[in-house]
Nanobody, 114 residues
Framework: QVLLVESGGGLVQPGGSLRLSCAAS????????MAWYRQAPGKQRESVAS???????TYANSVKGRFTISRDNAENTMYLQMNSLKPEDTAVYYC????????WGQGTQVTVSS
C-alpha cells in the first residue's frame, strides 16, 4: 500500500521559516520524480517545486529563491525548506509524484500570519 505522509507545517510569522517532510512508503521512491504542491482556500492545487530522481530541482516563480526542495532516497523522504515566508504561502502542502501517480495524503497546513 502506497502511503505519502506530509509533516512539519504550522503557524509562522511573515519572514519566518518552516521545513516540511514527506515520508513515502510502498513505492520505489528513488526512481520517482517528486513534487510539492499546495492548495490555498478557494484555489486550485498548484505545484511549487519538483525534483528529479537524481536531485535536480525546479521551482515555481512564486517561491524561487525562498524555497529549497531536496530528497533522501535512502530514507524515502523528501523535504521542502521554506524561508522568507509570506502570507500568500498559506495553504495545505502536499507531496506526490510529478504525474500525481498516488493517492493524495492529508497534507500539512502552513499558515503565515502575524
Amino acid at each position: 500500500q502506497v502511503l505519502l505522509v506530509e509533516s512539519g507545517g504550522g503557524l509562522v510569522q511573515p519572514g519566518g521559516s518552516l521545513r516540511l517532510s514527506c515520508a513515502a512508503s510502498g513505492i520505489i521512491f528513488s526512481i520517482r520524480p517528486m513534487a510539492w504542491y499546495r492548495q490555498a482556500p478557494g484555489k486550485q492545487r498548484e505545484s511549487v517545486a519538483s525534483i528529479t530522481s537524481g536531485g535536480t530541482p525546479t521551482y515555481a516563480n512564486s517561491v524561487k529563491g525562498r524555497f529549497t526542495i531536496s530528497r533522501d532516497n535512502a530514507e524515502n523522504t523528501m523535504y521542502l525548506q521554506m524561508n522568507s515566508l509570506k502570507p500568500e504561502d498559506t495553504a495545505v502542502y502536499y507531496c506526490n509524484t510529478i504525474d500525481y501517480r498516488y493517492t493524495w495524503g492529508q497534507g500539512t497546513q502552513v499558515t503565515v500570519s502575524s
